[in-house]
């Protein structure tokens, strides 16, 4: 951030667009590209001619930044500028046509690439390109010819009057195999042979056509008939992913159509549900997830929304009417997929879809799964809709229906239903659902009158609501006071069903955690929350259900704040064990209330650091202070952390961390880094057996700013603690070197994760050239150096540490390498050297081999020559007490005196060459050092610098 923050700054003291082109060009050299991009970006918009010879070349400059990093359209709108400014040349053309076959848009691609060809006959590049195309398309035609005959075919049998039922069941099995690609569902469409599927879909013509091949009268009606079920299949593949197709079948299909083949209430009713999922999706796939495009000096606009978008939704509600089950569920997941696009949950709450759904939930349409796939939604529905003030008001106009007063005066089943919409908000978005209910005074009245109902439907949601609810704790602290005794009262009645006395729990766990692990602040008495804990014990093992177990999980996600509860936990091995067990395919829910247990056990949610100063402030004004209890001192911390590894909990927080909701992400991250940082690292290796590596790996891709950060210093941990090859084996090692980095920046003023991800970045660099040269392609080298000239003594060294390991690779010593011989040293150089005489040993140590490394370049070992302290460093050191650093000095005298005579002969006549032959006296013959001179010596004679007398005495000339 800090590199690029620093070259927009120079951009705006430097407008001369040549100065912008040649800094551009520096950094696509360097391989920062989105740097590069702004750069040329603000000299394209800095010129006043549009079609200027500048203009083209900058245009192509950024069309080949836009190539690295995949922006393919964007190459096409920069190529077709730059062309119609009079700059078409091979270069141009070349780009523009690998740009279209990344868009598979072959035939542009090969006319591109032959206009390149043609204005450079020997450009090796576009040669194979043009030879690699024609062989796509000649593939694609073969395909095309071949696809072409056989739905052809296919079509024939489906016609024949006379083939028999196998025939033509075969013929349509083949049809969906064919469209399952794009040339099979075109060539359908071609052949208008989507009548001929969709004639199939009629219960009576498809059931007709069973009992003539028959013979039986009795079989034509069938519980669920192949003929129509391939049928459906068919036409699911042909509306996939292209819209033009999804408007002909909708035009096929009529309305009547659909509610037949739902009203059959058999596996074919839920196929249909996938028939209208795969038309909103087509929309979704034609439009694009990127709905704005950008055009050179034009604004930013929006795609038109389609109009089929109505259509289907009006389609959706109607079919709604009649389906149940399975077909119900495909039905809502079609609308849930709506959600994923932020123009199409736009569109969605503009045809008040978010109000039909909570309205089927009041008018108890819906079942309970049902409702919880409504629940999710509306979550996902929110967090688009939030992001833009006017979409976020249509959400909440919507959700406002459920507290009309009308409802929430009428009879008690309307109250119910009523509090049921309001659990699948709150359960979908507690932000929205929270601030409806908040200060609404007669839902509060209504959950009290509920709780003490006597029938099961109203306690079960009553319970549920204050469930819920009370995750808030400012809600939390009204909820105790007028409900805690009605829950209680629940739990201990004989007439209570079991599944409203574990949502009573649940609330009655959450009100006991309100305190927030503070002692000081219980609102319920003290030992509560354990006796409830045994209690929701009891119901965990008894339960044969999911959705209990859901419900208990829940539960132990808030009284886990608590010390003692934590404690019991980790050591119930039977309780761990079923939590284990029913985390290998959580539901989203389900991953967070997980994520939650975890975290709370192992500490590593966030605590407030207070002065002790301000403490005795606190007790003097007798205001409250935040007591930790005993249980969560350190000791008790590390005794479950090791029962914890010992029940596999890695194994389930690996299977968390792909949740799709970011503070699940960013709870698994906390508690793995709580796991590889605990007692000095032993758990590091379970935690990689367990499949952590390539769960935080992931974690940093898609979390919260906090929660990559966890994840970053969990894969450093893991890095430092083990050997890098085993840890991250293959791509990993490769994959690990971006999270490293990020914690070495510049911006990071954590001291401790800096120096974690020095070390780090120290131990992936001993691994593989691969993974050295993926450390300087991802900036790593930029940051290393900002860290070696810190202050920090610890940090300078660390930095230092893994400079000397980087130093291994070919591309790295390049930075360290003056581009002309004449020039004076790279000041990176400079700095690396005089570390080589650094008062701490292991930075001195780790200085001298970097440079023993870099000095295999003869460039590097003629810019050692003209740094100024060159000869009192050397001089210093090779005095040095410790074997270890005279050797490293050695070698890079060694190497410098082998490299040319000019630096031979400056070390020869320099007090260098006295020490050398001091040493030659006192070293141990058989020894490594006696090796290093004999080869400094062999050098200077190689050169004709010195000779030998008959005495074994070497004297220069």
């Given at each position: 951030?800090?590199?690029?923050?620093?070259n927009?700054?120079?951009?705006?003291?430097?407008?001369?667009?040549?100065v912008?082109?040649?800094?551009?060009?520096?950094?696509?050299?360097?391989?920062?590209?989105?740097?590069?991009?702004?750069?040329?970006?603000?000299?394209?918009?800095?010129?006043?001619?549009?079609?200027?010879?500048?203009?083209?070349?900058?245009?192509?400059?950024?069309?080949?930044?836009?190539?690295?990093?995949?922006?393919?359209?964007?190459?096409?709108s920069?190529?077709?500028?730059?062309?119609?400014?009079?700059?078409?040349?091979?270069?141009?053309?070349?780009?523009?046509?690998?740009?279209h076959?990344?868009?598979?848009?072959?035939?542009?691609?090969?006319?591109?690439?032959?206009?390149?060809?043609?204005?450079?006959p020997?450009?090796?590049?576009?040669?194979?390109?043009?030879?690699?195309?024609?062989?796509?398309?000649?593939?694609?035609?073969?395909?095309?010819?071949?696809?072409?005959?056989?739905?052809?075919?296919?079509?024939?049998?489906?016609?024949?009057?006379?083939?028999?039922?196998?025939?033509?069941?075969?013929?349509?099995?083949?049809?969906?195999?064919?469209?399952?690609?794009?040339?099979?569902?075109?060539?359908?469409?071609?052949?208008?042979?989507?009548?001929?599927?969709?004639?199939?879909?009629?219960?009576?013509?498809?059931?007709?056509?069973?009992?003539?091949?028959?013979?039986?009268?009795?079989?034509t009606?069938?519980?669920?008939?192949?003929?129509?079920?391939?049928?459906?299949?068919?036409?699911?593949?042909?509306?996939?992913?292209?819209?033009?197709?999804?408007?002909?079948?909708?035009?096929?299909?009529?309305?009547?159509?659909?509610?037949?083949?739902?009203?059959?209430?058999?596996?074919?009713?839920?196929?249909?549900?996938?028939?209208?999922?795969?038309?909103?999706?087509?929309?979704?796939?034609?439009?694009?997830?990127?709905?704005?495009?950008r055009?050179?000096?034009?604004?930013?606009?929006?795609?038109?929304?389609?109009?089929?978008?109505?259509?289907?939704?009006?389609?959706?509600?109607?079919c709604?009417?009649?389906?149940?089950?399975?077909?119900?569920?495909?039905?809502?997941?079609?609308?849930?997929k709506?959600?994923?696009?932020?123009?199409?949950?736009?569109?969605?709450?503009?045809?008040?879809?978010?109000?039909?759904?909570i309205?089927?939930?009041?008018?108890?349409k819906?079942?309970?799964?049902?409702?919880?796939?409504?629940?999710?939604?509306?979550?996902?529905?929110?967090a688009?809709?939030?992001i833009?003030?006017?979409?976020?008001?249509?959400?909440?106009?919507?959700?406002?229906?459920i507290?009309?007063?009308?409802?929430?005066?009428?009879?008690?089943?309307?109250?119910?239903?009523?509090l049921?919409?309001?659990?699948?908000?709150?359960?979908?978005?507690?932000?929205?659902?929270?601030?409806?209910?908040?200060?609404?005074?007669?839902?509060?009245?209504?959950?009290?009158?509920?709780?003490?109902?006597?029938?099961?439907?109203?306690?079960?949601?009553?319970?549920?609501?204050?469930?819920?609810?009370?995750s808030?704790?400012?809600?939390?602290y009204?909820?105790?006071?007028?409900?805690?005794?009605?829950?209680?009262?629940?739990?201990?009645?004989?007439?209570?069903?079991?599944?409203?006395?574990?949502?009573?729990?649940?609330?009655?766990?959450?009100?006991?955690?309100?305190?927030?692990?503070?002692?000081?602040?219980?609102?319920?008495?003290?030992?509560?929350?354990?006796?409830i804990?045994?209690?929701?014990?009891?119901?965990?093992?008894?339960?044969?259900?999911?959705?209990?177990?859901?419900?208990?999980?829940?539960?132990?996600?808030?009284?886990?704040?608590?010390?003692?509860?934590?404690?019991?936990?980790?050591?119930?091995?039977?309780?761990?064990?079923?939590?284990?067990?029913?985390?290998?395919?959580?539901?989203?829910?389900?991953?967070y209330?997980?994520?939650?247990?975890?975290?709370?056990?192992?500490?590593?949610?966030?605590?407030?650091?207070?002065?002790?100063?301000?403490?005795?402030?606190?007790?003097?004004?007798?205001?409250?202070?935040?007591?930790?209890?005993?249980?969560?001192?350190?000791?008790?911390?590390?005794?479950r952390?090791?029962?914890?590894?010992?029940?596999?909990?890695?194994?389930?927080?690996?299977?968390?961390?792909?949740?799709?909701?970011?503070?699940?992400?960013?709870?698994?991250?906390?508690?793995?880094?709580?796991?590889?940082?605990?007692?000095?690292?032993?758990?590091?290796?379970?935690?990689?057996?367990?499949?952590?590596?390539?769960?935080?790996?992931?974690?940093?891709?898609?979390?919260?700013?906090?929660?990559?950060?966890?994840?970053?210093?969990?894969?450093?941990?893991?890095?430092?603690?083990?050997?890098?090859?085993?840890?991250?084996?293959?791509?990993?090692?490769?994959?690990?070197?971006?999270?490293?980095?990020?914690?070495?920046?510049?911006?990071?003023?954590?001291?401790?994760?800096?120096?974690?991800?020095?070390?780090?970045?120290?131990?992936?660099?001993?691994?593989?050239?691969?993974?050295?040269?993926?450390?300087?392609?991802?900036?790593?080298?930029?940051?290393?150096?900002?860290?070696?000239?810190?202050?920090?003594e610890v940090?300078?060294?660390?930095?230092?540490?893994?400079i000397c390991?980087?130093?291994?690779?070919?591309?790295?010593?390049?930075?360290?390498t003056?581009?002309?011989?004449?020039?004076?040293?790279?000041?990176?150089?400079?700095?690396?050297?005089?570390?080589?005489?650094?008062?701490?040993?292991?930075?001195?140590?780790?200085?001298?081999?970097?440079?023993?490394?870099?000095?295999?370049?003869?460039k590097?070992?003629?810019?050692?020559?003209?740094?100024?302290?060159f000869?009192?460093?050397v001089?210093?050191?090779?005095?040095?007490?410790?074997?270890?650093?005279?050797?490293?000095?050695?070698?890079?005298?060694?190497?410098?005196m082998?490299?040319?005579?000019?630096?031979?002969?400056?070390?020869?006549?320099?007090?260098?060459?006295?020490?050398?032959?001091?040493?030659?006296?006192?070293?141990t013959?058989?020894g490594?050092?006696?090796?290093v001179?004999?080869?400094?010596?062999?050098?200077?004679?190689?050169w004709?610098?010195?000779?030998?007398?008959?005495?074994?005495?070497?004297?220069?000339?």
């Amino acid at each position: 951030h800090y590199f690029i923050q620093s070259n927009l700054r120079m951009v705006a003291e430097a407008p001369d667009t040549s100065v912008l082109k040649e800094r551009g060009n520096e950094q696509f050299k360097k391989g920062q590209y989105e740097v590069a991009i702004e750069l040329y970006s603000t000299a394209i918009d800095a010129l006043d001619c549009r079609t200027c010879p500048e203009t083209a070349v900058l245009l192509k400059n950024r069309a080949a930044c836009y190539l690295k990093i995949g922006n393919h359209e964007g190459v096409i709108s920069d190529i077709n500028l730059c062309v119609s400014m009079g700059g078409g040349d091979t270069k141009a053309y070349y780009r523009r046509a690998v740009a279209h076959q990344q868009l598979k848009q072959l035939d542009k691609a090969l006319k591109d690439a032959m206009e390149a060809v043609r204005i450079d006959p020997k450009n090796k590049a576009a040669i194979d390109l043009v030879m690699a195309l024609r062989r796509d398309i000649q593939g694609r035609k073969n395909l095309m010819t071949s696809t072409t005959g056989l739905v052809d075919e296919m079509l024939t049998s489906l016609r024949d009057q006379e083939a028999d039922v196998d025939k033509k069941t075969l013929a349509l099995k083949n049809l969906v195999n064919l469209t399952s690609n794009k040339a099979g569902s075109e060539t359908l469409m071609k052949r208008d042979g989507l009548k001929d599927v969709i004639r199939f879909l009629t219960p009576s013509t498809a059931a007709a056509s069973t009992a003539t091949n028959t013979g039986d009268a009795s079989t034509t009606t069938t519980p669920c008939c192949p003929l129509q079920q391939h049928a459906l299949n068919c036409v699911i593949c042909v509306t996939r992913d292209s819209l033009p197709r999804t408007q002909q079948v909708l035009s096929a299909v009529p309305l009547s159509l659909s509610l037949s083949i739902l009203k059959q209430k058999n596996e074919n009713s839920t196929l249909l549900g996938g028939v209208l999922y795969e038309m909103l999706n087509s929309v979704l796939e034609d439009r694009g997830y990127d709905y704005t495009k950008r055009v050179l000096g034009e604004p930013l606009k929006k795609f038109p929304v389609p109009p089929l978008l109505s259509t289907l939704f009006d389609y959706f509600k109607e079919c709604c009417k009649v389906a149940e089950g399975e077909a119900l569920h495909s039905l809502i997941n079609a609308i849930v997929k709506c959600t994923d696009s932020r123009v199409l949950n736009e569109e969605l709450l503009n045809q008040d879809m978010i109000t039909y759904m909570i309205t089927l939930v009041v008018n108890g349409k819906l079942s309970y799964q049902h409702a919880q796939q409504i629940s999710i939604a509306i979550s996902k529905s929110w967090a688009r809709a939030r992001i833009d003030g006017q979409t976020s008001l249509k959400f909440v106009k919507q959700v406002t229906t459920i507290t009309d007063p009308r409802l929430l005066s009428g009879e008690e089943n309307h109250q119910m239903l009523a509090l049921r919409a309001i659990n699948i908000l709150l359960q979908g978005s507690f932000e929205a659902g929270g601030d409806l209910i908040k200060d609404n005074s007669e839902i509060y009245r209504i959950l009290s009158k509920l709780l003490i109902s006597k029938t099961y439907e109203s306690q079960l949601t009553a319970a549920e609501t204050v469930a819920l609810v009370a995750s808030d704790k400012k809600m939390c602290y009204n909820l105790a006071s007028q409900n805690f005794n009605l829950l209680k009262a629940l739990y201990k009645s004989d007439e209570v069903d079991d599944t409203v006395k574990l949502r009573a729990l649940v609330g009655m766990s959450k009100m006991v955690a309100s305190s927030g692990g503070d002692v000081t602040r219980n609102i319920i008495a003290d030992g509560a929350g354990l006796r409830i804990f045994k209690q929701i014990r009891t119901l965990l093992i008894k339960s044969t259900t999911d959705e209990a177990r859901k419900w208990v999980i829940e539960a132990l996600a808030y009284l886990t704040i608590d010390a003692e509860v934590k404690h019991e936990l980790a050591q119930d091995e039977e309780q761990m064990k079923i939590i284990c067990d029913f985390s290998s395919d959580p539901a989203p829910s389900t991953s967070y209330s997980l994520s939650c247990i975890f975290m709370n056990m192992t500490n590593s949610y966030d605590k407030p650091d207070i002065a002790p100063e301000m403490v005795k402030i606190a007790q003097y004004a007798k205001q409250n202070v935040p007591q930790d209890h005993e249980k969560d001192g350190e000791e008790s911390v590390k005794e479950r952390i090791e029962l914890m590894v010992q029940h596999g909990v890695p194994s389930v927080l690996a299977a968390c961390s792909s949740a799709d909701s970011e503070r699940t992400r960013e709870f698994v991250a906390r508690s793995f880094m709580a796991f590889v940082s605990n007692n000095e690292g032993v758990h590091c290796g379970a935690v990689v057996q367990l499949g952590g590596t390539r769960a935080l790996l992931n974690l940093f891709q898609e979390n919260t700013k906090e929660g990559k950060v966890f994840a970053a210093n969990a894969i450093a941990k893991i890095a430092i603690k083990m050997n890098p090859a085993l840890a991250f084996s293959g791509q990993r090692a490769l994959d690990a070197c971006r999270p490293c980095i990020s914690l070495i920046e510049s911006t990071n003023e954590n001291t401790f994760q800096v120096f974690d991800g020095l070390m780090a970045l120290t131990n992936l660099a001993s691994v593989s050239d691969s993974v050295r040269e993926r450390i300087i392609r991802e900036g790593g080298c930029h940051h290393i150096d900002f860290q070696m000239l810190e202050d920090n003594e610890v940090l300078r060294r660390a930095a230092t540490q893994a400079i000397c390991n980087l130093s291994l690779s070919d591309k790295f010593r390049e930075r360290y390498t003056p581009a002309e011989e004449s020039e004076d040293p790279v000041d990176r150089l400079k700095a690396v050297f005089v570390f080589c005489g650094d008062e701490d040993y292991l930075t001195r140590i780790a200085a001298l081999g970097a440079v023993a490394y870099l000095s295999a370049d003869a460039k590097i070992c003629k810019s050692l020559i003209k740094i100024g302290s060159f000869e009192e460093v050397v001089k210093e050191t090779i005095c040095f007490e410790d074997a270890g650093v005279r050797h490293r000095l050695l070698v890079i005298l060694q190497n410098m005196m082998a490299s040319d005579k000019a630096v031979a002969e400056f070390i020869i006549n320099t007090p260098i060459f006295e020490c050398l032959l001091a040493l030659m006296q006192v070293a141990t013959p058989e020894g490594p050092m006696k090796e290093v001179l004999n080869n400094c010596m062999a050098a200077a004679k190689h050169w004709g610098l010195i000779e030998q007398n008959p005495g074994d005495i070497v004297y220069t000339k």
